[in-house]
């Protein structure tokens, strides 16, 4: 059964920094995008951040120059920089990750969602 566990959220004042990480386990073939993507109060999940499993990133206007995405491989994990922090950063945060895995006899893409994590800058 595969799970991603996100890690790192917390209270921070503007202007500081957070580090997530999300770490995926279980049975699968291989992990292809990762990604965050987060959710503030009254508004719908937009994507923060993403990168290919050859490390190709992407990320939303509103966050660039100050946030980072990284992965380790070996280690099945995602990770999020988030330095100068804003108010508007506020959200839980949601590790993504598009899996290849054996359903049936063939391999199979299948999305996964992490359960989040809180992040909220204080003004």
């Known amino acids: 059964q595969v799970q991603l566990v996100e890690y790192g959220g917390g209270l921070v004042q503007a202007g500081g920094s957070l580090r997530l990480s999300c770490v995926v386990s279980?049975?699968?073939?291989?992990?292809?995008?990762m990604g965050w993507y987060r959710q503030a109060p009254g508004k719908q999940r937009e994507l923060v951040a993403t990168?290919?499993?050859?490390?190709?990133?992407n990320y939303v206007e509103s966050v660039k120059g100050r946030f980072t995405i990284s992965r380790d491989n070996a280690k099945n994990t995602v990770n999020l920089q988030m330095n100068s922090l804003k108010p508007e950063d506020t959200a839980v945060y949601y590790c993504?990750?598009?899996?290849?895995?054996?359903?049936?006899?063939?391999?199979?893409?299948?999305?996964?969602w992490g359960k989040g994590t809180l992040v909220t800058v204080s003004s």
């Open positions: 990168i290919t499993s050859d490390g190709r990133t």
């Open positions: 993504n990750a598009g899996l290849l895995e054996y359903r049936d006899g063939s391999l199979r893409p299948i999305n996964y």
């Open positions: 279980g049975s699968f073939f291989r992990i292809n995008t």
